[in-house]
């Protein structure tokens, strides 16, 4: 068997060995002559995984006891309606700082709901880099402000988040959470589909400050924050098999040796790609301002459409799998997450190499 060079924007790799070990279990989870499908999501055998989950994340995480951590579903896209739904319940206004395509989606949600302002916005630029943290300005009676930590498609990212505002900060972390150490104490709200960094897709991660849950009778049930967070965010049937795999990664992630020790591999991964596009002399060009590259997707095009195209049918060829340009943007991404190994980007520094030796 040979494992592909996956570099899938999400669903992405997994770990080999979340993926060994959940074979392992497949038709006999601890002893239970079940596999963690089968289980009853209201048995011991379940909570276990489910509460260890919690635990593996609030530890990596270093999550403070103020915060209240939920496995949801309907992906990030359902968080882009279920913030504003519970946070702009008495007329106040949400804040996006609008950097990419992701956060565009979340603001267009946010305005079916109640009042939205644009924070900061590199839209103009067409997304090529992350606004100043410092020089974002929200009101005090703002009901939030909304920020894409990563910008999957564009590939830029955040490189320091803004402090000391006087108004909650919702970060969507779908495509970077956990390949960094963060301070958690800056965000009110924090969330993740988990089929980049986190497992497989079918679970929504949301790390909130327990003061921003409150009880409101006139809000769907199921959009309610304080429906899962009163029950353990087993409220209803949750995808049982998805958390399952989520706690696999998690221990896989703290068996790595937790999140400064991914960061060092994450840096690594980043400068092999990066390195290869800025030593190329023109012939790979990033479409990230330097100053706010992603460490999670790497985007550049090749000097014309056609050598772009020439470049993916070769990389394909090759074994490298994902690396398409995102439909909205074209050219090339390779989206590095936590699990895509060292040896594999550099397999790919190697292949982009030697494509511009031979073109
Ligand atoms: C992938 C992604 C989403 C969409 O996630 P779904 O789980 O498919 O809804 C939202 N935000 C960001 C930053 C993403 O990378």
Known sequence: ??????????????????LQEAQK???????????VMELSHRSKDYEGVHNEAKALLASL??????????FLQGGASLQFTMVPMNLLDNGQTGYYALTGVWAEKALKEAAKIGKTEIAASSKEDNYTYIPEAGDIQVPENA?????????TIYG??????????????????????????IDVKNFDIIYAGAQKNLGPSGVTVVIIKKDLIKKNPALPTML?????????????????????????VLKWAENQGGLEAIATINNKKAETLYNVIDNSNGFYNGHAAKN??????????????????????????????????HRSIGGCRASIYNAVPLEHVEALAEFMKTFQQNA
């Open 1 to 18: 068997m040979k494992r592909a060079y996956n570099f899938n924007a999400g669903p992405a790799a997994l770990p080999e060995w979340v």
């Open 25 to 35: 279990s497949w038709m006999d989870f601890n002893n239970t002559g079940m596999s």
């Open 61 to 70: 995480l270093s999550i403070p006891e103020d915060y209240e951590i939920l």
């Open 143 to 151: 009901a939030y402000l909304h920020i894409t930590s990563n910008n």
């Open 156 to 181: 830029t990212q955040w490189q320091t988040f803004p402090t000391g505002l006087k108004v909650p900060v919702v970060a969507d972390m779908s495509s970077d959470i956990l390949s960094t150490p």
């Open 224 to 248: 309610s924050y304080e429906t899962h967070a009163s029950s353990n965010s087993l409220f209803n049937t949750p995808p049982t098999l998805a958390i399952y795999l989520l706690s696999l």
């Open 292 to 325: 706010s590259r992603s460490k999670m997707n790497v985007t550049f095009t090749l000097q014309s459409d056609e050598l772009t195209k020439r470049f993916l049918e070769e990389a394909k060829q090759a074994g490298f799998v994902g690396l398409n340009g």
